[in-house]
């Protein structure tokens, strides 16, 4: 495999697929063993392994069943040799759903890098896609 674009691009489609497959170990496939993970609230993932295990846990509880649906790679650019970012953005799907709510959007912002001839995923930032509205909204509400 090459440092192509296209190859560190496919790296968000081939998680999704596994997320839909319920695939937890495949989801993490394309992390390094040391990888860095911020997930939606806050907690931070040190590891794929703790990772695997947290996500896991959520895929047998609240989560079961969800799918990712609507995912498009924003941009994709390599930012130095062996270096690159990648931003996604994805839907999360439950049980029952034609369509997720315009709140259960996510983006994501991979750093990716190059290890033993492939991109792995180096570190992750998964946040939720909120409007300024939205967000506002919340606000409000937690200033009460």
């Not at 703790?50 to 959520?58: N, R, S, T, V």
């Not at 896609?129 to 909204?137: E, H, I, K």
């Amino acid at each position: 495999m090459e440092q192509s674009i296209e190859s560190m691009s496919a790296i968000p489609t081939r998680m999704y697929e596994a997320w839909n497959r319920g695939d937890v170990a495949g989801f993490f496939a394309d992390f390094a063993e040391d990888v860095l993970f911020a997930e939606l609230e806050g907690t931070i993932y040190r590891s794929r392994t703790e990772a695997i295990a947290a996500h896991e846990a959520l895929l047998d509880t609240v989560l079961k069943g969800s799918r990712l649906v609507r995912s498009e790679v924003m941009f994709a650019r390599i930012v130095s040799p062996g270096v690159g970012v990648v931003h996604s953005r994805v839907g999360i799907l439950m049980p029952g759903e034609a369509e997720p709510p315009s709140t259960r959007y996510s983006m994501q912002l991979f750093v990716v890098v190059w290890r033993d001839d492939r991109w792995v995923v180096a570190a992750l930032e998964n946040a939720r896609l909120l409007s300024l509205r939205t967000m506002a909204a919340l606000e409000a509400v937690s200033d009460d």
